[in-house]
């Protein structure tokens, strides 16, 4: 303490602080981000060869890389789906001819399972993607007040 009563570098402390807090929000956004690209991977292979939704459709079972191609179409968007289209068009075109064989599967509750798990996988990132825009009208564009009247601007 100085002369005064106070800590003399009492900033660097505070500094210190936001610092920690800000590492220990990034490393805990890295934890989350990590903890997704491993679960959903394993998600896929869970549906799609434990509970045999590829036998249900007439699809054959998946290896390593299959699991993380088909688990990268589930979370891209539409590009990223054309893209793996693509690629797996131009370096392996007889993998494709396979999906002729594809058959609706029989309703039963492990079929559900895996297909709700896959929907999943699929769905997170279009929630994060496309957000919640509120619409707000041209300017010039007539719209209706608060008490029914006409308004412009």
Do not use: Y
Request: proline residues 6%; positive net charge.
């Amino acid at each position: 303490m100085d002369e005064r009563g106070t800590r003399p570098h009492h900033w660097v402390l505070a500094g210190l602080g936001l610092g920690a807090l800000f590492v220990g929000a990034t490393a805990f956004i890295a934890f989350l981000v990590v903890l997704g690209l491993l679960i959903a991977p394993f998600m896929v292979w869970l549906a799609w060869n434990v509970l045999d939704f590829a036998a249900a459709i007439g699809a054959p079972e998946l290896g390593f890389w299959g699991i993380i191609l088909l688990t990268l179409f589930l979370v891209s968007g539409f590009g990223g789906r054309i893209l793996i289209a693509l690629l797996v068009w131009l370096f392996d075109p007889g993998w494709l001819a396979g999906a002729a064989t594809l058959n609706w599967p029989q309703p039963s509750f492990r079929t559900f399972v895996a297909l709700a798990i896959l929907l999943l996988i699929a769905q997170v990132p279009a929630h994060h993607r496309g957000g919640h825009r509120k619409m707000r009208p041209h300017r010039g564009v007539d719209r209706a007040g608060p008490d029914g009247l006409r308004l412009t601007g």
